[in-house]
């Protein structure tokens, strides 16, 4: 799968360039369009829906655009290690990587309970969005640092984490990721975004603003 993006770093769109028989995963929401004849299988439902999309004998292409405004961002892994993501950021990867919410890395986040984030590992490409502008924190080995959870976009495996209540006593989710922040240790690197989707929603519930206005 090759990735080529525009209109970034604002309005990005992905077109996920695939060789002939080659198949990706992709979420279907993010799916704008593909070259004729691709075809597109749609696995599970609701948050959990993954698009398994197959080109024909000719190659295709998929034109993937993330639901909130904001920059792209690609991870090529190699099987040394793997990636957290949040659930939110995910757009597409290759067939190659594997998806896997019940890793060792997630059971030790959530402590076993499903989370607002997923574990990738393999080898191919892997392609994030952010909401807002993307912005990498590269921790060396010692050095630590606190991220809202909503602003977490992705890290690296290597980075030593810990999840909190933001506020004790306060509202939380581990579905939503809601009152909750992490508390980061290098060696590794972190990927966030400028904008928070909570904060839009709450915003928005604030400001009378709801999808029946």
């Known amino acids: 799968m090759q990735v080529r993006t525009r209109h970034t770093p604002t309005f990005g769109v992905a077109r996920l360039v695939l060789a002939p028989g080659e198949a990706v995963l992709a979420d ?27 080109s024909g004998a000719e190659g295709g292409w998929i034109d993937a655009t993330p639901v909130l405004p904001g920059d792209l961002h690609q991870i090529e892994l190699d099987g040394a290690y793997g990636w957290c993501l ?5 757009i597409a990867s290759s067939s190659t990587v594997a998806m896997n919410p019940e890793a060792p890395p997630m ?3 959530f402590g076993g309970a499903e989370g607002f984030m997923n574990y990738a590992h ?3 490409a892997v392609v994030l969005a952010c909401y807002g502008a993307l912005d990498l924190v ?6 630590a640092v606190t991220i809202s959870s909503d602003h977490v976009v992705a890290f690296a495996d290597t ?14 989710s581990i579905q939503t990721g809601e009152g909750l922040v ?8 972190v990927l966030t975004q400028t904008r928070g989707p909570r904060r839009l ?7 009378g603003v709801s999808s029946r206005s």
């Not at 949040?86 to 995910?90: I, T, V, Y």
Request: glycine residues 12%; proline residues 5%; charged residues 15%.
């Open 28 to 54: 279907p929401l993010t799916i704008a369009a593909t070259s004729y004849g691709l075809t597109v299988e749609v696995k599970g439902a609701g948050t959990k829906a993954v698009a398994l999309c197959t």
């Open 86 to 90: 949040a659930r939110h950021s995910w």
């Open 107 to 109: 059971q030790a986040i």
């Open 122 to 124: 393999g080898k191919g």
């Open 138 to 143: 590269t921790l060396e080995a010692g050095e």
């Open 159 to 172: 980075v030593q984490c810990r999840l909190r209540p933001s506020v004790p006593d306060g509202v939380q």
């Open 182 to 189: 992490f508390d980061f240790a290098g060696p590794g690197a």
């Open 201 to 207: 929603t709450t915003w928005l519930r604030a400001n």
